[in-house]
């Protein structure tokens, strides 16, 4: 019988969400917002792409004077440029549109900059000028090295491959970093998606005036356990239809849209850091979830609830004013105070494990503190519930709903 009551009402809730107009229209708000950017970005990457091409096929025409002597004429006039015979005059043409670009190289260009003149062309096309410039300098001093080896050297233009150790085992970089960092992620995902349903579908009943009938046929727990699942169904639904557009954009439009190209054949997804990462996941929302059904159990209206709603959670966003102490300094006592406090613990803890610097004896610390903490919350929840669902006109009162018995 209590299995087919929570059936009951994980349908009920769940089709009674997804069946208002207006949890669709928040919910394909950002899909909607963000095919519009990617249109508007694509337009504007098909222009870009065409202007750039066109520059391409056109030389820029400018004179320049060399008193290095390190500019190679023939390099200087496949870029479109001439040797200025009368460079005093020079910057006076250039001022009168006669002549569209002069650049005048110093005889120490160690010491001196390189002087730079030219026609207004909008913001973005005058940097053709110090581009053209530069580039004609390195291709000088490359042909006068006789090596493209050693200019690369010298420029530092040139990748290296590194390779770190942990416990006499090769250890990974991003690769193993990302894929624990995914449940931090799904995590913020969950509970600020859910956070405000959560209240609503709480105190729902209670506004309405319909609390201590539906309590004359279901369990408390199996009321709230329901909402829960209920929930998490709707958040997972609300998730798959913010990431479709980015999923289908980063998979047929990644080159138009300019997205940088990952390979995920490379991350690397180790057993232990994702069942920490995991368990995490799941102990921090057992927390949350029972803070915020107590929350609407002893709150008459939502916005009552509110006042009390911001604080836990801005609580979740707190770690990361010092997430790069949390990165560089793990031992530090304000990030150990951060990963042992609860409503810190998640997000702390879940980038700890995520960068190698959460230790086994931490995490199952921190995991069953988590576990312990969040089934103590929700089982105080519904015991609030049960007493201040009733409560229509006035805040619940701790003492007296403890001195009752359940």
Request: glycine share 8%.
């Amino acid at each position: 019988m209590a299995r087919h009551n929570l059936g009951t009402v994980v349908q009920f809730e769940f089709t009674r969400t997804v069946k208002k107009r207006r949890f669709w229209i928040a919910t394909l708000a950002i899909p909607v917002l963000l095919a519009i950017v990617f249109g508007l970005v694509f337009a504007s990457g098909s222009s870009t792409q065409e202007s750039t091409e066109q520059q391409k096929n056109q030389s820029l025409d400018f004179s320049y004077s060399d008193a290095s002597k390190l500019i190679d004429p023939s390099i200087a006039t496949a870029l479109g440029g001439t040797l200025e015979a009368n460079p005093d005059t020079a910057v006076e043409r250039v001022k009168e549109g006669k002549l569209n670009a002069f650049f005048s190289f110093p005889a120490n260009m160690m010491k001196e900059p390189v002087l730079v003149y030219g026609t207004d062309h909008g913001i973005f096309k005058n940097g053709t000028y110090d581009a053209v410039a530069k580039q004609l300098v390195i291709l000088s001093a490359q042909e006068k090295v006789g090596s493209e080896e050693l200019t690369v050297a010298v420029q530092g233009d040139f990748s290296t491959e590194s390779q770190t150790f942990k416990d006499g085992r090769p250890s990974g970089g991003l690769e193993t970093v990302v894929p624990p960092l995914l449940f931090l992620v799904l995590f913020y995902v969950v509970i600020i998606l859910l956070a405000n349903q959560m209240l609503a579908s709480t105190l729902e009943e209670k506004e309405n005036r319909v609390t201590e009938m539906i309590l004359t046929t279901l369990d408390p727990t199996t009321l709230v356990v329901g909402k829960v699942i209920s929930l998490f169904m709707v958040g997972a639904v609300q998730s798959l239809v913010f990431t479709a557009p980015m999923v289908l954009g980063y998979v047929f439009f990644r080159d138009q849209l300019a997205m940088p190209d990952f390979d995920l054949s490379a991350l690397q997804f180790q057993f232990l850091p994702m069942l920490v990462g995991a368990l995490l996941f799941i102990g921090g929302f057992i927390l949350f979830t029972g803070v915020l059904v107590g929350i609407g159990a002893v709150m008459p209206t939502a916005k009552d609830a509110g006042t009390v709603f911001a604080p836990v959670m801005i609580s979740m966003f707190i770690p990361f004013y010092i997430v790069t102490m949390v990165v560089s300094d793990p031992g530090s006592m304000i990030v150990q105070i951060f990963t042992f406090f609860p409503f810190t613990a998640p997000i702390t803890a879940m980038l700890r494990n995520a960068f190698g610097s959460l230790g086994t004896v931490s995490a199952a610390i921190v995991i069953a503190e988590l576990f312990v903490f969040g089934f103590l919350a929700l089982r105080v929840a519904v015991h609030l519930f049960r007493y201040g669902s009733i409560e229509y006109s006035r805040k619940l009162s701790f003492r007296r709903a403890f001195a009752r018995k359940s």
